[in-house]
């Protein structure tokens, strides 16, 4: 396969407003906000996908991403798969705070190669904001001033993207490894039943394949496969894919979890070594590591020189090598990323202190808690992996109301509501994304934190009931809630 064949993937990046989703349109001829709220507000909220011809028979797949900073989340779910970016800047506004933490996203990724594109050049003259962009990515990368309301400039920024793409070699080179993709979408297509949607990162998929899905390690079928819309009896990687499966509902399948050939050697991990690129800057101890699409607040520990350990809340499911996005979580912006070193590593332990002359005697050691069940524990691993977004008790299989009841006792799990609980360290994870919400917002709302995790309205709902019976918020008649001020820390 030559540089010309190899199948790549463009992903937008910049400040809301600067017009990602007019270029797109312009250069594909398709509107990328598809939900009626984004049409609505006049602004992207969620991905959106297109299929980009950059003229002597190479096509591109493209995926748009919201510029708006309460969405970063989102916009590094679809910068994980992409191997160019086009940087969108406005010519009336220059390089602003949404642009330069996009191009930090970029650059934790090690995605460098791409195109400027200076919006709304027909407003105002864009040499000023050329320049800022220079000083942000560099002298190599091109910048190309545009107007998708006019025209003017559409067909120069398609020729520079087809001069990126000659020259980069992207994910097709791992075709022969196992198939992995991360998703990034799942919904249900009448009469076809559970399509999950991705940028595969490594290998090949195709009907009939047999695949894993993770966390849940669940044995699927692949009943089709779709790149762009149109079916294709394989796709390969580097390739914007949609995969029909069959033997899993769609409540069951999410963005986050993973879809991997039966032979990769790929498991949930909540211990992982890496190495980190903070700018230099020391990490602190606890920040928000973003690998595919997944998520996941970790305490970050030094375990040697130039070696750090993550400890998860959430589950990755991560390969040796895998790069990964460290922001802050409170206040939220972009610190650096790292690589992931050994995805599956032990507890480090710090040496004990040595012991002064004469030290008072030590006091006598706690009782140690009851071991758990084995089906406590496979419960337990389970709605660790799950997060927010827990399974019903019902799917949890036989035992699981004695299991969920020693780990209520051990403090491990929380009822959530009648049906479903949630994992310490999952609520946790919420209650601190909710007080850091309402501190800076003064409130928050069910619509908020739902769309804040990217979860159902049903979960969203029984995640604020329970920290309002545990007086962590407090329910105001107009239905917002606002953080308590035992609880703001």
Same mark, same amino acid.
């Given at each position: 396969?030559?540089?010309?064949?190899?199948?790549?993937?463009?992903?937008t990046? /910049?400040h809301?407003?600067?017009?990602?989703?007019?270029?797109v %349109?312009?250069?594909?001829?398709?509107?990328?906000?598809?939900?009626?709220?984004?049409?609505e507000?006049?602004?992207s909220?969620?991905?959106?996908?297109a299929?980009?011809?950059?003229?002597?028979?190479?096509?591109l797949?493209?995926?748009?991403?919201?510029?708006?900073e309460?969405?970063?989340?989102t916009?590094v779910?679809?910068?994980?798969?992409?191997?160019?970016?086009?940087?969108?800047?406005?010519?009336?506004?220059?390089v602003?705070?949404?642009?330069?933490?996009?191009?930090?996203?970029?650059?934790?990724?090690?995605?460098?190669?791409?195109? &400027?594109?200076?919006?709304?050049?027909?407003?105002?003259?864009?040499?000023?904001?050329?320049?800022?962009?220079?000083?942000?990515? /560099?002298?190599a990368?091109?910048?190309?001033?545009?107007?998708?309301r006019?025209?003017?400039g559409?067909?120069?920024v398609?020729?520079?993207?087809?001069?990126?793409?000659?020259?980069?070699?992207?994910?097709?080179s791992?075709a022969?490894?196992?198939?992995?993709?991360?998703?990034?979408?799942?919904?249900?297509?009448?009469?076809?039943?559970?399509v999950?949607?991705?940028?595969?990162?490594?290998?090949?998929?195709?009907?009939?394949?047999?695949v894993?899905?993770?966390?849940?390690?669940?044995?699927?079928r692949?009943?089709?496969v779709?790149?762009?819309?149109?079916?294709?009896?394989r796709?390969?990687?580097?390739?914007?894919?949609?995969?029909?499966?069959?033997?899993?509902?769609v409540?069951? &399948?999410?963005?986050?979890?993973?879809?991997?050939?039966e032979?990769a050697?790929?498991r949930?991990a909540?211990i992982?070594?890496?190495?980190?690129?903070l700018?230099?800057?020391?990490?602190?101890?606890?920040?928000?590591i973003?690998?595919?699409t %997944?998520?996941?607040?970790?305490?970050?520990?030094?375990?040697d020189?130039?070696?750090?350990?993550l400890?998860c809340? @959430?589950?990755?499911?991560?390969?040796q090598?895998d790069r990964?996005?460290?922001?802050?979580?409170?206040?939220?912006?972009?610190?650096?990323?790292?690589?992931?070193?050994?995805p599956?590593?032990?507890?480090?332990?710090r040496?004990?202190?040595?012991e002064?002359?004469h030290?008072?005697?030590?006091?006598?050691?706690?009782?140690?808690?009851?071991?758990?069940?084995?089906?406590?524990?496979?419960?337990?691993?389970?709605?660790?992996?799950? /997060?927010?977004?827990?399974?019903?008790?019902?799917?949890?299989?036989?035992g699981?109301?004695?299991a969920?009841?020693?780990? @209520?006792?051990?403090?491990?799990?929380?009822?959530?509501?009648?049906?479903?609980?949630?994992?310490?360290?999952?609520l946790?994870?919420?209650?601190?994304? &909710?007080?850091?919400i309402?501190?800076?917002?003064?409130?928050i709302?069910?619509?908020?934190?739902?769309?804040?995790?990217?979860?159902?309205?049903?979960?969203?709902?029984?995640?604020?009931?329970?920290l309002?019976?545990?007086?962590?918020?407090? @329910?105001?008649?107009?239905?917002?809630?606002?953080?308590?001020?035992?609880?703001?820390?």
């Amino acid at each position: 396969m030559t540089d010309r064949d190899t199948p790549l993937t463009v992903g937008t990046a /910049g400040h809301i407003d600067h017009g990602k989703t007019a270029l797109v %349109r312009a250069l594909t001829g398709r509107d990328t906000d598809r939900l009626p709220e984004e049409r609505e507000r006049g602004m992207s909220i969620d991905l959106g996908f297109a299929q980009l011809d950059v003229g002597g028979g190479r096509l591109l797949s493209l995926v748009d991403v919201p510029g708006h900073e309460r969405f970063v989340r989102t916009m590094v779910a679809g910068a994980t798969g992409v191997d160019l970016f086009l940087l969108v800047v406005a010519a009336d506004d220059g390089v602003m705070p949404q642009t330069s933490e996009h191009v930090a996203v970029l650059s934790a990724l090690g995605v460098s190669d791409g195109v &400027v594109a200076i919006t709304k050049s027909d407003v105002l003259d864009p040499e000023p904001a050329a320049d800022e962009a220079r000083a942000l990515v /560099g002298e190599a990368v091109p910048i190309v001033a545009c107007s998708a309301r006019t025209g003017e400039g559409i067909e120069d920024v398609r020729a520079a993207l087809a001069g990126m793409s000659a020259g980069t070699g992207g994910r097709g080179s791992t075709a022969d490894g196992p198939a992995v993709l991360h998703v990034d979408r799942s919904f249900t297509v009448r009469g076809a039943g559970t399509v999950v949607t991705g940028t595969l990162w490594s290998g090949s998929v195709g009907t009939g394949d047999r695949v894993r899905l993770l966390p849940a390690d669940e044995r699927v079928r692949v009943r089709g496969v779709q790149v762009h819309d149109t079916a294709v009896a394989r796709a390969v990687a580097g390739q914007r894919v949609a995969i029909n499966l069959t033997g899993v509902h769609v409540e069951d &399948v999410g963005r986050g979890d993973v879809v991997a050939g039966e032979e990769a050697d790929l498991r949930p991990a909540w211990i992982l070594d890496a190495s980190l690129d903070l700018g230099g800057a020391e990490p602190p101890p606890r920040a928000q590591i973003h690998h595919g699409t %997944r998520e996941t607040p970790a305490r970050i520990v030094l375990r040697d020189e130039g070696r750090w350990q993550l400890r998860c809340e @959430r589950a990755l499911i991560a390969s040796q090598g895998d790069r990964f996005v460290v922001r802050s979580i409170a206040p939220p912006g972009t610190l650096g990323g790292g690589r992931v070193l050994d995805p599956r590593a032990r507890r480090t332990r710090r040496p004990p202190e040595p012991e002064a002359p004469h030290a008072a005697p030590k006091p006598p050691p706690l009782t140690e808690p009851r071991p758990l069940s084995p089906t406590a524990v496979a419960i337990e691993n389970r709605l660790r992996a799950a /997060g927010d977004r827990p399974p019903r008790d019902k799917e949890l299989g036989d035992g699981a109301e004695a299991a969920l009841a020693e780990l @209520r006792d051990a403090g491990r799990a929380v009822r959530l509501d009648r049906s479903s609980h949630i994992h310490r360290d999952a609520l946790d994870a919420v209650r601190a994304r &909710v007080v850091e919400i309402a501190g800076a917002e003064g409130s928050i709302t069910l619509a908020r934190l739902r769309d804040e995790l990217e979860t159902s309205r049903r979960y969203a709902q029984a995640l604020l009931e329970t920290l309002d019976a545990d007086r962590v918020t407090l @329910r105001l008649p107009d239905d917002r809630r606002v953080v308590r001020r035992s609880a703001r820390g």
